[in-house]
């Protein structure tokens, strides 16, 4: 059993990609559709994305946009050269089926390329939600309580998950190593439990991505 990777997600200002940089999570997500309040410009999350440290994989988050909106984002990086070294990756955090996401998998793809990882976002308010993230054609699946509502759901709708999961909604430094104890997720999503004052907060930042790493993944 291994610590979950670590997503800081609605970065927005380079004070966000400083702090970011400064404790190093695994992933970090840009809002890339309009109308919500941690929405940035594609100019501007690609110009915040050559300010993030390499090390640290960057996610496009988007709510049902067009298949060739996704796929601009994954488009600006140079997979020849010095941004193959980085990892991209696209979470759909929408009503996206599985057609979309094969029809976006042809639309991202360049020649050589193993493929843009692609996260499906579900709002999980019964086992029939669980089960239809368990049968997904994504890559990877996120559980959430919905979009950017920053409280969490019934965590005993997933006992019994088979499937690796990101673990989303309501997460912060008070409480995400309880989640992982008791759930055991393959990663975990945080946005609003790291925010004083509806902005990024270096002090949450830190100590939320200290209580994963700090935490005994045989615990629990």
């Known amino acids: 059993m291994s610590t979950p990777l670590i997503k800081l997600c609605g970065m927005r200002r380079r004070e966000d990609i400083e702090a970011a940089n400064a404790v190093l999570p695994d992933l970090v997500g840009f809002i890339l559709s309009p109308g919500y309040r941690r929405s940035v410009a ?3 999350a690609l110009a915040l994305i050559e300010e ?3 090390r640290i994989a960057h996610v496009g988050v988007f709510v049902d946009e067009p298949i060739e909106a996704v796929a601009r984002f994954t488009h ?3 997979f020849d050269g010095g941004d193959a070294a980085r990892t991209v990756m696209v979470q759909l955090h929408g009503n996206e089926d599985d057609f979309y996401i094969e029809r976006l998998r042809h639309a991202m ?3 050589g390329w193993m493929g843009i990882p692609i996260i499906k976002a579900f709002t999980v ?3 029939e939600d ?3 993230a368990e049968a997904s054609a994504a890559d990877y699946v996120l559980l959430d309580n919905g979009t950017g509502t920053g409280e969490a759901f019934d965590w005993s709708l997933l006992e019994g998950v088979a499937r690796p999961y990101f673990l989303a909604g309501g997460l912060g430094p008070d409480n995400v190593a309880d989640a992982i104890a008791r759930l055991h997720p393959f990663g975990v999503d945080m946005s609003s439990g790291i925010e004083t004052d509806g902005w990024k907060d270096p002090a949450k930042m ?3 991505v200290r209580a994963v790493r700090d935490h005994d993944p045989t615990a629990g």
Request: aromatic share 10%; net charge positive; glycine share 0%.
């Open 206 to 208: 830190r100590a939320a």
């Open 52 to 54: 993030l440290d390499p």
């Open 109 to 111: 793809a360049y020649p």
């Open 130 to 132: 669980v089960a239809r």
């Open 125 to 127: 308010r019964s086992r």
């Open 42 to 44: 594609l100019s501007d």
């Open 76 to 78: 600006a990086f140079d």
